[in-house]
Structures are given as C-alpha cells and as structure tokens.
C-alpha cells in the first residue's frame, strides 16, 4: 500500500526529469555544429599524406616515392586558408547573430559551408580547392561564434557546462570520424580517396540545417527585439513548461531587468566591449580573446593538422591507425570532461589541464632528442605521452574555454564578446598552421625543430596555467546574469568565495545586497581559512 501512496511523487519526479531531459536534448543539438569544425579540421591530415592527392596538387619530385611532393609554401597555404576564412566567419558571427537571430544564422552558416565542401569536392585546380577551402573556413567561423552563444543562452544553469563543453565533443568525435574514414579510403587509387572523406561534410551539414529547423530562437535575443511573448514561448520550450509557470517567468524577469541595467549602462558597440566601466567588460573581453588563444598555443592543432606527417617523420608504423587512437582517446576524455566541469569548477580544470599537458610536451620534446627513431621502447612512451596530452587537453582546455567563452559576456554585447573571442581563435589557428611547417620540416629556409617543437607548445602550456589562475573567475552554478553580478563585486582570485554567497543568496533569500555579511559568514565556517578572512573581505570591499 505505501507503493501506491508515494506514487503520485514519483509520477510528478518522472515527469520533471523528462522535462529536463527534453530541456537539454534541444539545447544539445546545437552542438552538433562542432562535428562540421572537427571532421572540417580533421580531414585535412590524412588528405596531406594521400598520393592521388599528392599527384593532383603536388608537384613532380623524383626524390619521392610516389614521384610527387607537397612544397612548404603550398601545403603551409592549404591548411591555413581555411582559419583565414574561420577568422573573418566569426568576425561575422556578431552582425549576423544580433539581426537575423541566433538560429538563423546558424542554418545560414550551413549554406556557405555546403558552398566550399562543394567546391573542394569538385576541384580539378589547386586554386579551386583553395577557394573551396576559404568558404568551408567561413562557415565554420560562423558557427563557432554563434553555436557557443546559442547554448549558453538556451541552456539551463544547473547543466550548462556539460551542454557548451558538448560542443567540444562534437569536435573530438568530428576528429575522430574524419580519421576514420582517412584511413578507409586512403588506398584508393582515384580521386575518390579523397573526394569521400571531403563529401561527407555535406551529410553533416544538413543535418545541423534541418534540426535547427525544430529549435526555438533563444528567449534572451526575443528580449533584445522587445518580443516578451515570444521570448516566454522560447523558454517555455526550453524548460517544458508552461509560459506562465513561476519558474519561467522569473527567469524571464531576470534577463529582461539585466539587459535593461546594460542598456542604461550605454554598452552594446565593438567599442564599449573593450571600455573599462563598473561592468568590468573590458576584462571580459581581454578573458575571451586571450583564453582561445592559449587554448590554440597549446599546441593540440598540431597534432590535428600534422600528427600523420609527424608520427610518419619520427619513424613510427601505421600514423593513421594511431591518429585513430589518439582520437578515440580525446573524445573519450572530452565527455570525463563534460561530466566534471559542472562538478569540479572552471577554473581547476584549466590549471591542472595546462600542468598535465606541460610535462607530456617537455617529455615529448625530450625523448625526440635522446633516442633515435628506431627505438622502439622511445616510440612506445612517445605514443603514450602524445595520448595523454591529447586526453588531458579533451578534458580540460578543449571544451573549458569555449564554456568561458559563451557565459562571460553580458547579453547586450555577447554576439560580439563571443565573435570576437572564436576570431581570436581562427587568427592563432591561421597563423601556427601557416608557420609549423616551417618550424617543423627540414628543407631549404625552413627550421628543421622536428620533435623539439614540443619544447614551445610546453613552455606555451606553464603560461596557460597562469593565465588561467590570475585571469579566470569560477561562474559554475550561476545563471548568465549573476555571473554579471560576480565579475562586478569580486577578482578572478576571490570569485570562488564570491560565488558561494550568490548561490546562498540565492537558496537562502538573503536579502538583495546583503553580500558582505553572507561572505563574513560563510568564510568563518572554514576552519583552515579563518587568518584569510580579513584579506578577503578588503578585496571584495574594493571590488564593490
């Protein structure tokens, strides 16, 4: 009998994690926008090392196997275009965002990327394929700037870094199917062993396309235009529950209280996102920007563009059966990833991430240097190394900063907070995949470092550590616009502090405004902190 008196709470739990469920299967499609980024950057790799690729874009070299070879110059172009058309599509993400709506623009950065998947399918030139690769690099620069914007603004607090750190994990499992189908059609000995893998991109993209058919605009761009019963439907959708449910209307009277205190603040141009005011939007902005480029000074894009041709160099057998491998490991580790950023905290992931992948790069670099490439015990524990840094990256600065980046800004200028950070992305991309072959290969003019480049993408990762430690606050549990509330009234040092009183507030009711005291409280419970308490409260003082 007690089974059927308790029935009617388990039927109403049932019925709120469906809700949930639904909530954050809808905002987890967008991520799906990562697999285009990931296969786009993915296949390129094994594309390099295919010899009917070789023959068609090449140029004739006796010295090779094949009797064709790929200059510096040339392929340093080939993989490199496609950030220059990334870095001016996430430029146009904000523009694009802001008029047309997040969605919109996400399917129309599916069209122009379906134009430049076309074009390097059917190139018989090398300046065709470089065209097509120029518009695939703008749709997907598109996409990275909106899809983060997208999620952070329809996602719920409570799971918002595992929905955003999703979009990482597209990437990875992008990867991880272009190297896939690399090594399936590598020893074709048409075109088609490098027209399939290309093609493929086109399945991709009409699936983002249609699905995004079915997905609600984000309620907080319905508040920008002024459309509160629109932006009431949106976020009924999102929640599955009713529009006039208490829950939706006071998150609904929170975006819209937040964006007007940001209009009353003047701060919505390119101009005001790098002006110092109480808003603190100019740090924001200086966050977004430097955390993707750290995130591309880790040096993982060097084992997604060249980690074929560098195995290949060190002597080691079969390079795309362990790009395999180490693909598999970077999107398993991604989802450890998802699983703690909302358990764990930003900012730990991110100092222990850049101290794990620091030592793997430094003994990368040094194995390189002390063993020949025959030793086959060397190569063993490079392989290793290699896997753990992939893994550590996949967890920790792969979908990390794009969480950083989509939550930070306030909403009045995070169309343009956003594009400006993933440009900030593409242009580091561009420029150290046009320069690693020159850092890497051994002919005329260029530096021959070979393995020992490991020693730059290392001592890049110790300076992501302390980036990470001065420059970035914890915002896990907290809505967008208390993360406003947090940058306003505390330092990246004293945020986690900081964060605790917002939450007690919250779960508490403590009266609005009431946060010296709740900080004073909350600080004197921790034993081992009590000498720090004074400290602290002189910061937070200041910072108020």
């Not at 300046?127 to 983060?148: N, Q, T, Y």
């Not at 605009?217 to 439907?233: I, L």
């Not at 920790?396 to 594009?419: C, D, F, H, M, Q």
């Not at 967008?480 to 900081?498: A, F, G, K, V």
Request: charged content about 15%; glycine content about 10%.
């Amino acid at each position: 009998m007690s089974t059927l008196s308790s029935s009617p709470d388990s039927s109403r739990g049932a019925i709120h994690g469906t809700r949930r469920f639904s909530s954050i299967v809808m905002t987890a499609f967008a991520a799906f926008g990562g697999i285009l980024f990931g296969y786009d950057t993915g296949i390129i790799a094994g594309i390099l090392a295919m010899d009917d690729w070789i023959k068609t874009f090449g140029e004739p070299d006796s010295s090779s196997a094949s009797g064709y070879s790929l200059p510096t110059s040339r392929e340093s172009l080939i993989v490199s275009i496609l950030s220059a058309g990334t870095f001016l599509g996430a430029l146009g993400g904000a523009p694009a965002a802001d008029i047309l709506g997040r969605r919109k623009s996400i399917m129309l950065s599916c069209i122009v990327f379906s134009l430049g998947v076309a074009l390097q399918t059917g190139a018989a030139t090398l300046a065709a394929f470089v065209i097509g690769r120029f518009f695939a690099g703008f749709g997907v620069g598109l996409i990275s700037s909106l899809v983060p914007v997208y999620q952070s603004e329809c996602a719920p607090k409570y799971s918002r870094g595992l929905l955003v750190s999703c979009y990482q994990w597209a990437i990875a499992a992008g990867q991880l199917i272009a190297s896939v189908v690399n090594n399936a059609t590598k020893g074709r000995p048409n075109h088609s062993s490098w027209q399939i893998p290309i093609s493929l991109q086109l399945g991709w993209s009409a699936i983002l396309f249609f699905g995004m058919l079915w997905l609600p605009e984000t309620p907080r761009w319905f508040v920008m235009q002024g459309n509160r019963d629109d932006a009431a439907t949106a976020l009924s959708r999102l929640r599955s529950l009713s529009k006039d449910d208490c829950m939706v209307q006071d998150e609904l009277e929170e975006i819209i209280a937040s964006l007007k205190e940001e209009r009353e603040m003047g701060e919505s141009s390119y101009v005001d996102c790098f002006r110092s005011r109480r808003n603190k939007i100019s740090l924001r902005t200086f966050t977004g920007i430097a955390i993707q480029a750290w995130q591309q000074l880790t040096g993982i894009n060097f084992i997604a563009y060249y980690g074929v041709a560098f195995l290949t160099n060190v002597g080691v057998h079969n390079p795309f059966l362990l790009a395999i491998v180490a693909n598999i490991a970077g999107t398993g580790m991604t989802f450890f990833g998802m699983w703690i950023v909302d358990i764990v905290g930003r900012r730990p992931l991110l100092i222990w991430g850049a101290v794990v992948m620091c030592i793997c790069e430094y003994l990368v670099a040094i194995l390189g240097i002390v063993y020949p490439k025959t030793d086959l015990v060397a190569q063993k524990g490079l392989i290793a190394l290699v896997t753990i840094y992939v893994g550590a990256f996949a967890a920790t600065w792969g979908p990390v900063a794009w969480v950083i980046t989509g939550e930070i800004y306030p909403l009045n200028v995070r169309a343009k907070g956003v594009s400006l950070s993933a440009a900030s992305n593409w242009l580091w991309n561009w420029a150290l995949a046009f320069a690693t072959p020159y850092l890497v290969n051994s002919g005329p003019g260029d530096a021959g470092l070979s393995g020992k480049v490991f020693f730059i993408w290392g001592t890049t990762c110790a300076g992501c550590a302390v980036f990470a430690y001065f420059c970035i606050p914890e915002t896990m549990g907290l809505s967008l616009e208390q993360i406003d509330l947090l940058y306003q009234n505390s330092t990246p040092r004293t945020s986690m502090r900081y964060r605790r009183v917002l939450i007690a507030e919250q779960n508490r009711a403590l009266p609005e405004g009431d946060v010296e005291g709740s900080l004073q409280e909350l600080e004197l419970k921790d034993d081992g902190e009590k000498n720090m308490a004074n400290t602290v409260m002189i910061e937070v003082s200041s910072a108020l």
